[in-house]
């Protein structure tokens, strides 16, 4: 009888003592981890401390200087105080260097430094791993393949294509400015250069930028440009699993989704389009295939070296990054150009003499437009499209005045801060294209719109082009202002955007 009494007083017992074990063991895993972080800030603080910054808070570092509509503003102000580079505090254990030294610069870029696995990894589940986020022999063998798709053989009828989907977006320009003289222009922008970048390197027919469909692809590509930038800058969204639970995180999944299934479909469409009945001999008859081709018969004659992930990750890759940024740097020459008024109209004057009424642009007429190149230039100076990359350091690093570093420290190599620094750019605000006049002396790695290294940007002819040729078209149509009741704020994203749109007052020349 007793032991039918005691039996669940010791079960209670019994779970006390399991609680108080628990409990402890909780406790020393925390004191633990409270050590570990610890002594990662003091090994950050012992790392840095030769690259001084502004005071920073133990728990959230320097992020309240770096707010959404501010942070270009103290960048620059770091720029002009801390020479060459300086730190920068996520949070108590997160910290990295700010490059924007031309010098720094050549040294980072001319290593073989990964890219910096906290920031990119979070656009895994947007591009994939693409070429932008491969790295070592696969990255090797990716941009070899991939390589003579930008030759200029194929570059050179791409020109047509280029200045039929501007002459799109232009006549559509001449229809709604006659209702209204003031347009935001880069949604209307990032139309044109989808839909070039489509019928390029995939082989698209006909114009998109009348398909209303297609502006769930564009909006989507918007959302997760400002999600995943806004996830590099949260301490709480590191995590996958807790991102996934958070709306944004739910927000960011269908946003890839949306992306996905037009990628998708533009493969689809490809794939089908070559089962038809000679097609396939024909393509690959070709002397130079387009990149859609290259990455398609890669998988069919050597499926092993080739998934159909692969596939899919790197015509995602080049959707996103040969639309978007092309679209950003086209957007803000216009702004500059529509904001310095003898500026634009000498390269009018330039392109009348070259093209007269635009009727026909070819490869030929690029090289022959030298002032509108300089002013193309120095507004990818100002406005550079993608502000800034990172670097993990997989090894010591000692930059030109003696500063070292040790491996395991993340870089952001501000592209921003670089091209607005006063020590490389006297008078960086100004807008002068003289700074680009033939035969003007410059760092090599002073001016690096797109990149610079053996990771340059493989598509930086063609965007060059696409610039030179949508600029070209515009100004022989346009007189072009700016909207002085919505000055665009440069934000940067993934890609540099504007808070509050680009806005141009248009008016149509006779």
């Not at 977006?169 to 949604?187: A, N, Q, Y």
């Amino acid at each position: 009888m007793s032991v039918s009494v005691l039996s669940p007083t010791r079960a209670l017992g019994g779970v006390s003592g399991l609680l108080q074990v628990a409990s402890l063991l909780g406790l020393v895993l925390l004191l633990l981890k409270a050590a570990q972080l610890y002594l990662r800030r003091q090994w950050l603080l012992k790392a840095l401390q030769q690259f001084p910054s502004p005071p920073s808070h133990w728990l959230y570092g320097h992020m309240q200087e770096f707010q959404e509509e501010t942070e270009l503003r103290p960048l620059l102000k770091r720029v002009e105080k801390y020479p060459s580079a300086c730190a920068r505090w996520l949070w108590g254990t997160k910290a990295l260097v700010l490059v924007y030294d031309p010098d720094y610069m050549k040294v980072v870029l001319g290593r073989s430094d990964p890219k910096s696995h906290d920031s990119y990894r979070l656009l895994i589940p947007w591009i994939g791993n693409g070429l932008l986020l491969l790295e070592r022999q696969t990255w090797f063998q990716h941009r070899r393949m991939l390589t003579p798709a930008f030759h200029y053989d194929i570059l050179k009828p791409y020109v047509g294509l280029m200045a039929d989907s501007v002459r799109v977006m232009l006549d559509k320009w001449e229809e709604l400015v006659s209702l209204d003289s003031h347009l935001e222009v880069l949604g209307h922008v990032s139309l044109m250069t989808l839909e070039t970048i489509m019928k390029c390197a995939f082989s698209h027919q006909g114009s998109i930028q009348t398909d209303r469909n297609i502006q769930s692809y564009i909006q989507a590509i918007r959302d997760l440009g400002n999600l995943t930038f806004s996830r590099i800058r949260n301490a709480f969204h590191q995590n996958d699993f807790i991102y996934r639970l958070t709306p944004e995180g739910r927000w960011s999944h269908r946003a890839c989704q949306l992306a996905h299934q037009h990628t998708d479909a533009v493969i689809k469409l490809r794939k089908a389009h070559l089962k038809k009945e000679g097609e396939l001999e024909k393509v690959r008859s070709k002397r130079h295939l387009d990149f859609l081709d290259i990455l398609l018969f890669a998988r069919m004659e050597n499926g092993s070296s080739l998934s159909d992930v692969d596939l899919r990750d790197e015509v995602d890759t080049f959707m996103f990054e040969g639309h978007d940024t092309t679209a950003s740097g086209i957007s803000w020459i216009l702004y500059a150009l529509a904001s310095h008024p003898e500026h634009q109209q000498r390269c009018r004057e330039e392109i009348q003499s070259l093209l007269g009424d635009g009727a026909s642009i070819t490869w030929d007429h690029l090289d022959k437009m030298p002032y509108t190149t300089m002013c193309i230039k120095e507004a990818l100076r100002l406005y550079p499209p993608v502000p800034g990359i990172s670097r993990d350091l997989s090894k010591p690093i000692t930059f030109p005045d003696g500063r070292s570093l040790p491996a395991g420290i993340p870089l952001s190599l501000s592209f921003y801060g670089l091209h607005h620094n006063p020590k490389v750019w006297p008078n960086p605000e100004v807008f002068d294209p003289s700074r680009f006049a033939p035969g003007s002396a410059r760092h090599s790695h002073a001016f690096l719109p797109f990149s610079g290294g053996s990771r340059n940007c493989i598509g930086k002819q063609f965007a060059m082009n696409e610039m030179k040729v949508a600029v070209a078209l515009t100004l022989l149509r346009f007189e072009l202002a700016p909207d002085p009741s919505r000055v665009p704020v440069p934000i940067p994203r993934v890609v540099l955007k504007s808070k509050n749109g680009i806005h141009l007052q248009l008016r149509k020349l006779l």
